[in-house]
């Protein structure tokens, strides 16, 4: 007998239909002889609701206030579920993030979870109960309500799964779990049964949308498996994917797990700024002082007591940057600025390329191939990006696809 914890998102809630086939599936994992604790979201589009009409009042919103009101659309749906449990004779008992006591700091809208009492949780399972938590909510010490921004959910379960020590924290969504790239862009992208949590991370910043970043760092910080896994197989055999520690005698079999990429980047250059210590700090200062997140960074090679220097940031942050930069470039006496907001990253990820030479080879040859242009190129011990015009960015997925076999199910070594 194994302790479960499983989170099913909006889509997973979204109608009564849907909540009885979760609740189905509570029980199939029950009927397995497991104790389950199910966190879960919203129903699909009611935060999206919740925020228009707080918007339609005040616009801000006053942030404790909308934090209030943002955590009832949980509390609609353990509600629901619980009732549905009990229904079908499985006992369940529902908590907000308050009852539990999932302890936050108060950052109102984008709090950080502090401490869990697993008391309730811990007393109910051993009387038999589905205990069922409101997911993305907690409170503060002063026992205001708070909420843990988008994706919280996913960060709630992670956080209860290392609190009671469970054997495995379930993820399910609308897809049946991580795959080596879009299967919209590569049809004949495969799904991955195992990743490490230090892959899941890089594809994750990286674009790919499956998990939320904090609850994966959650994860590997405190070992907790994840599984991702879909809430519409209902003939229950799906695995999913695995989310969980490095393997060394499994994770050298390949050299790339996945293919991640961004559609949301812009680029910006300027040029013939001083060659001179300190010259980062004087451009990117202004930037980070306006909370703009800068990505990649290139500075190049000297002359003439000159340099260029080029950064990419968010594309909804192009035109900010680029009136920012024509302040800097007068303050630096800079020769121009210039900027491209039509392009997107690619990024190759894998534990393997600790081991493997090569790999960076194979995918400039495998682009140049494709007369793909590489505008830059950044790497870490499990990562390369490249930035390349925008227009092929589905040829270079599917090229960088097919070059690393990613279409070929892994054999044993």
Do not use: W
């Not at 909510?137 to 026992?143: I, L």
């Not at 910043?205 to 994840?226: C, D, H, M, T, W």
């Not at 879909?230 to 790339?256: H, P, R, V, W």
């Amino acid at each position: 007998m194994a302790l479960i914890v499983q989170k099913y998102g909006g889509t997973s809630v979204g109608s009564a239909e849907r909540i009885h086939k979760v609740a189905d599936r509570v029980i199939h994992a029950r009927n397995q002889g497991h104790d389950v604790v199910v966190v879960v979201s919203a129903m699909s589009g009611e935060t999206n609701r919740l925020v228009a009409l707080a918007k339609a009042v005040a616009d801000p919103p006053k942030a404790r206030e909308f934090d209030v009101l943002l955590a009832t659309g949980e509390q609609v749906t353990i509600g629901l579920l619980a009732i549905a449990l009990e229904a079908k004779g499985c006992p369940a008992r529902s908590y907000t993030g308050a009852q539990v006591h999932i302890l936050t700091d108060s950052a109102f809208n984008k709090a950080r979870i502090l401490e869990i009492d697993d008391q309730r949780m811990r007393s109910d399972l051993q009387a038999g109960r589905v205990v069922v938590v409101a997911g993305f909510q907690g409170v503060d010490a002063e026992g205001s309500i708070t909420t843990l921004g988008r994706g919280g959910s996913d960060t709630t379960a992670v956080a209860l799964a290392a609190a009671l020590k469970a054997d495995e924290c379930q993820i399910f969504t609308d897809v049946d779990g991580v795959y080596t790239t879009d299967p919209r862009i590569v049809p004949q992208a495969r799904r991955l049964d195992k990743v490490t949590f230090e892959e899941m991370l890089e594809l994750a910043s990286l674009g790919a949308k499956v998990l939320q970043i904090r609850s994966v760092e959650f994860a590997g910080k405190y070992n907790v498996p994840l599984r991702v896994l879909s809430s519409f197989d209902d003939t229950y055999t799906n695995t999913g994917t695995l989310i969980t520690a490095e393997d060394e005698s499994t994770m050298e079999q390949a050299l790339i797990s996945g293919i991640a990429f961004n559609r949301d980047e812009a680029k910006l250059t300027l040029l013939g700024v001083p060659d001179q210590p300190g010259i980062a700090r004087d451009i990117l200062g202004p930037v980070a002082d306006a909370n703009i997140e800068v990505d990649m960074i290139i500075q190049n090679i000297g002359a003439d007591g000159t340099t260029d220097f080029t950064f990419t940031v968010h594309r909804n942050d192009y035109a900010k940057t680029l009136e920012i930069l024509q302040t800097v470039k007068a303050q630096l006496k800079a020769r121009e600025i210039s900027g491209d907001n039509k392009i997107v990253k690619v990024s190759l990820v894998g534990v393997g390329m600790r081991s493997h030479a090569g790999i960076a080879s194979t995918m400039f040859r495998a682009l140049a191939a494709e007369s793909i242009n590489i505008k830059m190129i950044s790497t870490s011990e499990i990562k390369i990006s490249v930035v390349v015009d925008e227009k092929y960015l589905e040829l270079a997925v599917r090229a960088l696809h097919t070059a690393f076999d990613l279409d070929q199910v892994a054999t044993a070594a």
